[in-house]
């Protein structure tokens, strides 16, 4: 049987039903991809995103309480935050399909130069 994602310190068992719209159903996708990752994968999601959700993610997989993010830590995951909220949520160009799109933005189509 495989761990949900709520088995990941920090997370609740909300936790199970956003990370399963972004497509992650298991602790171990979550530990294999990393905070960012996941984190990008649940804005594409239309998850809200909010600060303390993210270093909470990122304390979990490190085994921490979300509380023990502190300091210059806390300050260095704050810039990835805003990087990640702050990135377009579709890589979409007018004219391309949803299908194009994804196969696009998992590398499998070469755009032409």
């Given at each position: 049987m495989t761990d949900?994602v709520?088995?990941?310190?920090?997370?609740?068992?909300?936790?199970?039903i956003?990370f399963?719209?972004?497509g992650?159903?298991s602790?171990?996708?979550?530990h294999?991809?990393g905070?960012?990752a996941?984190?990008?994968?649940?804005?594409?999601a239309?998850t809200?995103?909010?600060?303390?959700d993210f270093?909470?993610?990122?304390?979990?997989l490190q085994?921490?309480?979300?509380?023990d993010?502190?300091?210059?830590?806390?300050?260095?995951?704050?810039?990835?935050?805003?990087?990640?909220?702050?990135?377009?949520?579709?890589?979409k160009?007018?004219?391309r399909?949803?299908?194009?799109?994804?196969?696009?933005?998992?590398?499998v189509?070469?755009?032409?130069?």
């Amino acid at each position: 049987m495989t761990d949900l994602v709520s088995s990941i310190p920090n997370l609740g068992p909300a936790s199970d039903i956003s990370f399963a719209r972004a497509g992650l159903t298991s602790a171990q996708q979550v530990h294999d991809l990393g905070a960012e990752a996941c984190y990008a994968k649940l804005i594409r999601a239309r998850t809200k995103p909010h600060f303390i959700d993210f270093y909470a993610l990122a304390m979990g997989l490190q085994g921490r309480p979300w509380n023990d993010c502190q300091g210059a830590e806390k300050a260095a995951l704050h810039v990835t935050f805003d990087i990640l909220k702050d990135t377009p949520k579709s890589t979409k160009e007018k004219g391309r399909s949803d299908l194009e799109a994804a196969l696009d933005a998992i590398g499998v189509i070469v755009k032409a130069r």
